[in-house]
Structure formats: structure tokens, C-alpha cells
């Protein structure tokens, strides 16, 4: 039995969602595609509009101000989207565990991966390893996988821009 996809990679999946959002149905797909989700049911034109709707209640968690309220608000969204585990085969690549009932839209599928996908993120690797970036004119996503828990940027280049900032601000004085 394999890995199951949740965890980090969906959570990273739903950052790059948030930080980049496709514009068509199509370029959700090619993109879950990319991620390594297998999509074996039907996408309809309503999909994107409620991914859309789904990332922005995920955003919710990203922005909430404290671990229960951050808590409460994976819940909901497990609540709404997740059913019990359940061992499948369904791509013939190797058995693994859904979160989900069978025959969902994309953005159902979504929803079950990302919700649960965080909370084992946050449950796994801490309560505060989810956030925006601290660098002011960026408000993208990130996903703290690093070994010390304390990332606070998008990437190195919005880290390193706020360094120089830093630097000549110190300077200056």
C-alpha cells in the first residue's frame, strides 16, 4: 500500500490554488492533474466556481488568529466534505485510502482531500504551520514544512527581499 496524498501535498496543492488560481475549468484540471490526483469522474462547468468558493473557506483557516479557531474551522469543512476512510483500488495503481464518498464532483473530491489534508498538516506538524507571508505587498499562502517550524515567508526570494528592506532600514538610522 502506498502513501495516501494527504497531508502536505494536498495542502500544498490548495497554497499554489490559492496563490495562482486557474481561470478555466481545463486549467484546474491539468493542475489537480499535475499534483498527482486522479480524476476518474465527470468535471462540470460548476466546478470551478465552487472550488473557488471552497479555497475561500480554506483561506478562513489560513487567516484564523488562534489554534481554535483554526480548529474549528478545518471541522467544518471536514464535516461537510469527509466521510469515513475507506481502502480503494479505483485507478488500479496501488491501494490506498479515500476521505470521501465515491462519485463526488472535482470540487467535492477537492474539498475531502484539502480539508483533510490539513488537518493532518496541522495536527501532524503543529497548529501554526500554515499562514500568508510576512513580507507586506505579498499576502500569498505558505506551507510550513521546514525542519524548525518557523516559516514565515512565500518563498526565499519574498524572505530575502524583506532582509535587504532590514538591512537598509537599519542603515539608514
Same mark, same amino acid.
Given at each position: 500500500m502506498h502513501l495516501n496524498p494527504y497531508g502536505e501535498y494536498a495542502v500544498r496543492l490548495a497554497a499554489d490554488l490559492v496563490n495562482d488560481p486557474p481561470v478555466t475549468v481545463d486549467a484546474l484540471v491539468r493542475r489537480c492533474l499535475e499534483a498527482g490526483l486522479?480524476?476518474?469522474?465527470?468535471?462540470?462547468?460548476?466546478?470551478?466556481? =465552487?472550488?473557488?468558493?471552497?479555497? *475561500?473557506?480554506?483561506?478562513?483557516?489560513? =487567516?484564523?488568529?488562534? =489554534?481554535?479557531? @483554526?480548529?474549528?474551522? *478545518?471541522?467544518?469543512?471536514?464535516?461537510?466534505?469527509?466521510?469515513?476512510?475507506?481502502?480503494?483500488?479505483?485507478?488500479? =495503481?496501488?491501494?490506498?485510502?479515500?476521505?470521501?464518498?465515491?462519485?463526488?464532483?472535482?470540487?467535492?473530491?477537492?474539498?475531502?482531500?484539502?480539508? *483533510?489534508?490539513?488537518?493532518?498538516?496541522?495536527?501532524?506538524?503543529?497548529?501554526? @504551520?500554515l499562514g500568508r507571508c510576512a513580507l507586506d505587498e505579498c499576502d500569498d499562502v505558505y506551507v510550513d514544512t521546514s525542519r524548525n517550524g518557523r516559516q514565515r515567508y512565500c518563498s526565499p526570494r519574498c524572505a530575502n527581499r524583506d532582509a535587504v528592506r532590514r538591512h537598509r532600514a537599519v542603515r539608514a538610522v
Open positions: 486522479v480524476i476518474d469522474f465527470p468535471v462540470g462547468a460548476g466546478d470551478l466556481r =465552487d472550488v473557488e468558493a471552497m479555497l *475561500v473557506r480554506w483561506c478562513g483557516v489560513v =487567516d484564523a488568529t488562534g =489554534d481554535a479557531e @483554526r480548529a474549528a474551522l *478545518v471541522n467544518e469543512m471536514l464535516a461537510a466534505a469527509s466521510a469515513y476512510p475507506r481502502m480503494t483500488n479505483h485507478a488500479g =495503481d496501488g491501494w490506498h485510502l479515500h476521505y470521501r464518498d465515491d462519485q463526488h464532483s472535482l470540487a467535492g473530491v477537492l474539498e475531502a482531500l484539502i480539508s *483533510v489534508g490539513t488537518a493532518l498538516h496541522l495536527v501532524g506538524r503543529g497548529m501554526h @504551520r
